[in-house]
């Protein structure tokens, strides 16, 4: 895949960028050399390997799904000026 001079501007111009002539064409080469990197990296065959979450093999740190500090509603809404069965009532902003 490459990008020609008006996708370089397109998206140039999607992104809100002021982008001259000649740095147009400057970014077209680059964008050509990412993409011609992303086309090498798929021809790597990848069969039998598994994803990994990092470089170094280890563990994920789980906890435990427990409540631990609950119903603590009254508390909470405790020093508000206006609450309604323990929800913050607060002044009407949009019409």
Known sequence: MSVDLATVKRVAKLARIALPEEEAERTMAELNGILGFVEQLA?????????????????????????????????????????DRNFFLVPKVVE
Do not use: H
């Open 43 to 83: 021809e790597v065959d990848v069969t039998g390997i598994e994803p990994m979450t990092s470089v170094m093999p280890m563990a994920m740190r789980k906890r435990q799904d427990a409540v631990t500090d609950g119903n603590k509603a009254d508390d909470i809404v405790a020093n508000a000026p206006q609450t």
